[in-house]
């Protein structure tokens, strides 16, 4: 099966069990925007939870904050969202469709590095087991030939968009005969800025003064509250800022389901340190936040570091973690080291303070920051898609499993009666009782047993615990576990201990140094 293939099973598979649902269906949807069902909503809540332990509850330097969506519109312009934050964009004027045209152009390179592979997959199978893949690749005349055009294409685009050259741009979209995926033509516009934020008006004023913006990101509510929260918590350099919450981008090419929404949500800290230290820090955060990745155990090679060359004028060092999607490794957080850039825009258009006095030093300035940044969207969608499995079983038949870390897991144990009589169900209902207030259960009594297994595998329930008749007489169960379908006879006394093993988040947090 392809990884395209796959990738439109997962899809249906969050519809089908309740994760993942596109908003305002039955009015046909609304184009990158979409709605989290009720395994969703856990599953979501789950890693909500392990990233904001990990910060706020590891560290005992940082602190978790909740700021609105709407602020006041200068601090957009003071982060140059109003002046900056835009996409350039082309329309095709057949179609009337538009795109953004350095994704067209990124796609034109993707594809000239398919046909790289798909050359040197040739070569493998030609060469069988005397194939030298570096000597193929620095010698086939195919792949010379794409891997130019390819890197020419590349430096084009790149000093286009630094200088936003939007004539080379477009130039470069004609040479590369790039043409609208509807309409086949070439028959495109210039290009314009688009800027990506929504807006929307203040209570009673009709005019320009009322406008205001849904944020684009989380991290200015950070900033705007650094001295609220510096001097209320008594807080010393170097201190994080932790924050999880909406963000709204009008996204023009919004596509792969929720890697690019309209409204997400982001996952945010910023860590204030003492100016010339800011190196130091993000090293750290780079290194930190990638252990809290892997920890997953989706396996460590999904994972890469991507660092910027063309860093932002205020940034002094950037680097993505990129995870190993089934479209391809893709940006899943940034780590940022911003200088002092934010808070020394915000004192400025301001005209307020925002200054740290250092006892050692016997100075005020303004902090350095390290941000990290994370989609929470994005991490579900790695978490699901390394979760997603296929499996053919001995028995000749298949199942769909979610093998989720059992903390992330929605639902963490199922409680099911063999059969709905005898008092099954009662003592069923028992141990649920007992186990509810800790762990999010599911009770199940429709359908054959092993029609019910599938169902919880489907879902990713890392344990299923069936009440037989034998369980009456001696206050036994059979623990079933997800990933290998072994079952052991369990006393029932000693079910909220061993789940607690397997589910706690506390395991969990306990893998971070
Ligand atoms: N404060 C920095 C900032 O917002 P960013 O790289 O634009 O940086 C950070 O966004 C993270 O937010 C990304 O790594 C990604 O995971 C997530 N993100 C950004 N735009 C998104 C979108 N349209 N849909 C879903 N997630 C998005």
């Known amino acids: 099966m392809t990884q395209d293939e796959l990738f439109k099973n997962l899809i249906a598979h969050t519809k089908e069990y309740g994760f993942i649902f596109p908003s305002s269906e039955i009015y046909d949807g609304l184009s990158a925007v979409y709605d989290y069902g009720q395994m969703g909503s856990e599953l979501k809540n789950n890693i909500k939870k392990y990233w904001w332990e990990a910060m706020v509850r590891l560290h005992e330097n940082i602190v978790g904050i909740d700021s609105a969506i709407f602020m006041h519109p200068k601090i957009w312009e003071a982060s140059g969202h109003v002046g900056a934050f835009n996409d350039p964009l082309i329309d095709n004027k057949d179609s009337k469709k538009r795109y953004r045209a350095d994704v067209l152009l990124e796609d034109y390179i993707a594809k000239l590095e398919e046909k790289i592979e798909k050359e040197v997959e040739k070569g493998r199978r030609k060469f069988g087991e005397s194939f030298d893949e570096e000597q193929f690749r620095a010698t086939n005349p195919n792949v010379q030939r794409n891997l130019a055009k390819l890197n020419s294409v590349k430096e084009k685009m790149v000093a286009a968009l630094k200088s936003n050259d939007f004539t080379a741009l477009r130039q470069l979209i004609l040479d590369c005969d790039i043409v609208c995926p509807v309409s086949g033509t070439k028959n495109w516009t ?70 690019r929404m309209r409204e997400f949500e982001q996952m945010e800290m910023q860590f204030f340190v003492k100016p010339g230290t800011e190196l130091e820090w993000f090293a750290k955060w780079k290194q930190i936040r990638l252990e809290w990745h892997k920890a997953l155990g989706m396996g460590d090679e999904k994972y890469r570091y991507h660092d910027h060359d063309k860093l932002a004028h205020y940034a002094n060092a950037a680097t993505d973690i990129e995870f190993d999607f089934p479209f391809g490794f893709k940006e899943l957080e940034g780590i940022h080291s911003r200088t002092n850039f934010d808070l020394g825009r915000h004192q400025e258009f301001s005209g307020k303070k925002l200054q740290y006095f250092d006892p050692e030093l016997n100075e005020s300035y303004v902090p350095y920051v390290i941000e ?142």
């Open 190 to 259: 210039e290009i314009r800025q688009f800027n990506l934020m929504f807006s929307t008006q203040l209570g009673n004023t009709s005019d320009e003064t009322g406008i205001i913006y849904l944020r684009p990101e989380t991290a200015q509510g950070i900033f705007v509250n650094f001295l609220n929260v510096q001097k209320t918590g008594r807080m010393k350099l170097p201190f994080g800022i932790a924050q999880i919450g909406k963000a709204f981008r009008n996204e023009i090419v919004a596509r792969q389901f929720i890697f």
């Open 372 to 513: 990290t940044s994370i989609g929470l969207d994005r991490t579900v969608l790695a978490v699901l898609s390394g979760a997603y499995k296929e499996e053919q079983l001995e028995n000749g038949e298949s199942r769909v499993v979610l093998k989720f870390h059992p903390a992330l897991a929605p639902v963490k144990v199922a409680v099911l009666p063999l059969i709905k009589k005898d008092g099954l169900p009662e003592l069923a209902q028992k141990v649920m009782d007992n186990l509810k207030y800790d762990f999010n259960c599911q009770y199940d009594e429709k359908d054959s047993i092993g029609k019910r297994y599938r169902r919880q595998d489907a879902i990713g329930t890392p344990l299923c615990v069936t009440v037989d008749h034998q369980s009456l007489e001696d206050n036994a169960v059979t623990l079933r576990d997800r990933d290998t379908m072994q079952q052991e006879r369990v006393s029932i006394d000693a079910l909220p201990e061993i789940v607690d093993k397997k589910v706690n988040i506390k395991y969990l947090l306990k893998k971070l140094s």
